[in-house]
């Protein structure tokens, strides 16, 4: 099984897909991200992480949802 999913435009690094949500023939891909932005001043602050997501939808996208239909039919 590869480690990639070579889409037209696009390789996702499988290891980095936390989940895969199917909403109304579309594919919602989020992915693992590994980056933390923050700020702290005197004890106080924030911390954020940006998790991306990457929509696959059978209408806009038909190629890229069947190469995706067919990896999750081997998974």
Do not use: A, Q, R
């Not at 001043?41 to 996208?61: A, D, M, P, R």
């Amino acid at each position: 099984m590869s480690h990639f999913i070579k889409f037209s435009n696009l390789i996702i690094n499988t290891s980095k897909i936390s989940k895969i949500e199917i909403i109304n023939n579309t594919y919602c891909i989020h992915l693992v991200n590994n980056t933390i932005d923050g700020f702290f001043l005197f004890s106080s602050g924030f911390i954020n992480s940006y998790n991306e997501k990457i929509t696959v939808c059978k209408v806009n996208h038909p190629n890229d949802y069947k190469i995706l239909t067919d990896w999750l039919e081997k998974v």
